[in-house]
């Protein structure tokens, strides 16, 4: 099979603009990792079906291991990296996931709070069956599931209080 020949992209990553070329069969996931350098996008199963590797494509959850990086051309993608503020300030989320032991080994986290970003946003965060339904797409392989839930309900809660989503 002969590899295609690389086409220029644009992809706007945490609000700072990527100009790459890529094979059109580039995944978005790929493109963030290998190409933009922007490593805190895991790559788990590579398939669909673990979570790790949620990003944000125009306020919406995606996973990028499913998405082709030129369907994200000219939209807005956020990882992980861009959640804290422009001062270092981490995100309400993140803040919750470690004061509530969220993670063990780490590797589902960014999706994970990727996921519960969007879940909070989404409006899905208002008991803990709602909120295991809604980040039911992410896997946690060390089971720390009653600690994310608790977690996402306290960011929640943090949100309706006026912290910034």
Known sequence: MTALAPRPLA???NGQRHDLRLDTRTTLLDALREHAFLPGTKKGCDQG????????VDGERVLSCLTLAAQAEGRQIKTIEGLQTSDAVMHV????????DAFQCGYCTPGQIMSAVACIREGHANSDEEIREYMSGNICRCGAYPHI???????A???KKGAVL
Do not use: K, N, S, W
Request: aromatic share 4%; net charge negative.
């Open 157 to 159: 809660g943090r949100v």
């Open 49 to 56: 079906q673990c979570g790790a590797c949620t990003v944000h």
């Open 93 to 100: 989320v993140q803040t919750a996931f470690i004061e509530h």
């Open 11 to 13: 992809l706007e990553v």
């Open 149 to 155: 839930v608790v977690a996402v309900r306290d960011a």
